[in-house]
C-alpha cells in the first residue's frame, strides 16, 4: 500500500486502487500520523490540528471516534492485508504503522538525503537520478485537497523547504555534468514559481549570459531588481550586481568566461542555496 501526501491526499490500497477519503477530519488526522510514520503523536497536537486554540469539551472523546471510523474505513476499503493493524494507540496519543516506502514523503527525503550525499562524493550521475525519482513524486502541493490547521501547515512548510533544496541541487548537478543550458526552461519556470529566490534568478541569469545571449540575462535581471523592490524594497545581492556588471562590460565578440569560474563568482549568490547547508551539516 502507499500513502501518497505530494499533492491530493490519496491511498493506494494493496490490490493498487486509488482510494481518497472523503471525510475531511478523517483525512487530517490520517495525514499527520503519515507524516511521521511509526512515531506517536500526542492526542493533545492532534486535537490542536483538527480544532486549533478552541477545542469543544468533546475533543477528546469525537478524535477517538474519528480514529474509530478510520480504522473501519481502512479495514473495508481492503486498503490493508487482512490483520494487519495500521493505526494503533501508543502513548502519548496514536501511531500508522508505515514503512518509509509506503509514505511517498518519506521515499522523497530519502532520495534527497542519499542524492546530497552522492552530489558531495561526486557521484553527480547517481545524484542526478535521486532527484530525478524525487522530483517525480510532486503532482501539486502537498495535502492539497485536505483541510490544514496549525499543525500539518508547519510539516507541509518543511517538506516544501525540503523541495527547494531538492531544485537547487539538480541545478548544481546538472551544472557539473555539462547540461547547464537544457536548465533554461526549468530556471524560467523557477523564477515565476518562486519570484523572490535570488539564487534562481541568479542561477538564470548567469546561464544566459554563459549562452551568449546577453540581452535575455540583462532583462532577467531587470526583472530581478523590480520585483525586489516593488515587493521588499531592496536592490540584487552584490553577486548579481557584480554578474550585471559583468555583462554590461562584456566586450563585443568575447567568449564567456568558463562556466565553473562563473559558477564559483557569480552563481552562489548571497542567498546561498538550501541544499548546501544540509550538506555541510
Not at 557584480?242 to 557569480?266: F, K, V, Y
Request: glycine fraction near 6%; hydrophobic fraction near 40%; charge should be negative.
Amino acid at each position: 500500500m502507499q500513502f501518497n501526501l505530494i499533492g491530493p491526499f490519496e491511498i493506494i490500497t494493496d490490490d493498487g486502487r486509488e482510494y481518497a477519503p472523503n471525510a475531511p477530519k478523517i483525512c487530517q488526522m490520517l495525514a499527520l500520523l503519515a507524516l511521521q510514520p511509526g512515531e506517536a503523536a500526542a492526542t493533545d497536537s492532534l486535537i490542536l490540528e483538527l480544532w486549533g486554540g478552541n477545542p469543544p469539551r468533546s475533543a477528546l472523546r469525537t478524535l477517538q471516534t474519528h480514529v474509530y471510523h478510520a480504522r473501519k474505513m481502512l479495514v473495508d476499503e481492503r486498503a490493508v492485508a487482512p490483520g494487519r493493524n495500521l493505526l494503533v494507540t501508543r502513548a502519548p496519543g496514536y501511531a500508522i504503522q508505515l514503512r518509509e516506502d509506503e509514505v511517498d514523503v518519506s521515499v522523497f527525503e530519502r532520495h534527497v538525503r542519499e542524492a546530497q550525499a552522492d552530489f558531495t562524493e561526486g557521484g553527480f550521475e547517481r545524484a542526478s537520478e535521486k532527484l530525478k525519482r524525487a522530483l517525480a513524486l510532486w503532482r501539486g502541493p502537498v495535502l492539497s485537497n485536505v483541510p490544514v490547521g496549525c499543525v500539518l501547515a508547519g510539516r507541509i512548510a518543511r517538506v516544501e523547504e525540503l523541495r527547494i533544496r531538492a531544485l537547487e541541487l539538480r541545478i548544481e548537478t546538472e551544472s557539473r555534468l555539462g547540461r547547464r543550458r537544457e536548465l533554461l526552461p526549468d530556471l524560467r519556470t523557477l523564477v515565476n514559481e518562486y519570484p523572490l529566490h535570488e539564487w534562481f534568478h541568479g542561477q538564470l541569469i548567469a546561464t544566459l549570459h554563459q549562452a551568449g545571449r546577453r540581452g535575455e540575462a540583462l532583462q532577467a535581471y531587470q526583472n530581478l531588481h523590480r520585483i525586489l523592490n516593488d515587493e521588499l524594497g531592496l536592490e540584487p545581492s552584490d553577486d548579481l550586481q557584480r554578474l550585471q556588471s559583468e555583462i554590461l562590460h562584456a566586450a563585443a565578440g568575447e567568449d564567456p568566461l568558463p562556466l565553473r569560474r562563473r559558477d564559483d563568482r557569480m552563481t552562489r549568490s548571497a542567498v546561498a542555496p538550501l541544499w548546501a547547508t544540509a550538506v555541510a551539516s
